[in-house]
């Protein structure tokens, strides 16, 4: 076990808690009891109220990223009540509402997370799933489709008051996800924003960039999303399937999120940036994206991607969304309904993030 910022470890005890989860790529997720480590000095003991569904999830336990650790147990958009903390926790009490998202420990020594930023510690962030579990020899960590999750204080967050918990939820991994690139480009006044993409993602990205003050631009191949779109938040919506539609915005954007996760045309969209902006991708293809030279040089603009955020950064989201009363748009579902939903997420069928009620996990057998 990871202790302290030394390099001593040692047995931890446990206890068993109900869990859904999957032992291989192909079966289906059942319930399964996993174990959960006894919470030490510094831990924060979390009853699981709330879990997002995240297309990761989907990636992982179906093992499509090609490194799976089963058994597995997905669910990094954690909304909880906290049950009991370590001796030496300040941060959090009793009965606090908190969240856990992507990230349950680094190594907190590197530049990196030195600086805040966790997601890109240099020997590698532990994921809240599928990640070796340090403190559990032998064992990968299992993520928020469970009754309870034990976490180190650091990596807790706190959840604003009057947000509604189940819809929150999804900020902890879509909500970061689109905030940090946002903040990172400077998106506030004056600046004319581009979201490609109304699903998960993109429908944060647009609530969250329009209350930083940015004119916002929704592109969607579907023409029934436009109002769904205005309805989130953007000012203009834009057929990207539809060149007299795209080109009337050439050189027009100062930043552009793109958040589609399928094959697209990247270059048709770096054309609508100014000299000077940028084009982040979120969104994760499968295959590469293939880049023109000349959609860049011209124009001094620039193609990057970006991840999640740091601890700090993802209080730091919560505590805006809490300023502007933003959370996600979700449908709630029984813990015995997330094999379908996933199916429906796949197809798009989801508007915009599903939240898994955990209480229906304890009902059960």
Known sequence: MYLNNSNQYKFMSTTEVKAYGTEAAEAPLNQLNIPRRTPTAHDVEIEILFCGVCHSDIHTVRNEWHNTMYPSVPGHEIVGRVLSVGGHVSKFKQGDLVGVGCIVDSCRECQYCQEGLEQYCEPGMTGTYNSPDAHLEGKPTFGGYSERVVVDENYVLRIPENLDLAATAPLLCAGITTYSPLKHWNVGPGKKVGVVGIGGLGHMAIKIANAMGAEVVAFTTSESKFAEAKRLGAHEVVLSKDPEQMAAYQGKLHFILDAVSAQHDINAFLALLRVDGSLALV??????????????????????????????????????????????????????????????????????RFVIDMATLKGQN
């Open 283 to 352: 969104g994760a293809p499968e295959e590469a994206l293939p880049v023109a030279a000349f959609s860049l040089i011209p124009g001094r603009k620039s193609f990057s991607g970006s991840m999640i955020g740091g601890i700090a950064e993802t209080q730091e989201m919560l505590d805006f969304c809490g300023e502007h009363n933003i959370t996600a748009d979700i449908e709630m579902i029984d813990m015995n309904e997330v094999n379908e939903a996933y199916e429906r997420m796949i197809k798009g069928d989801v508007k915009y």
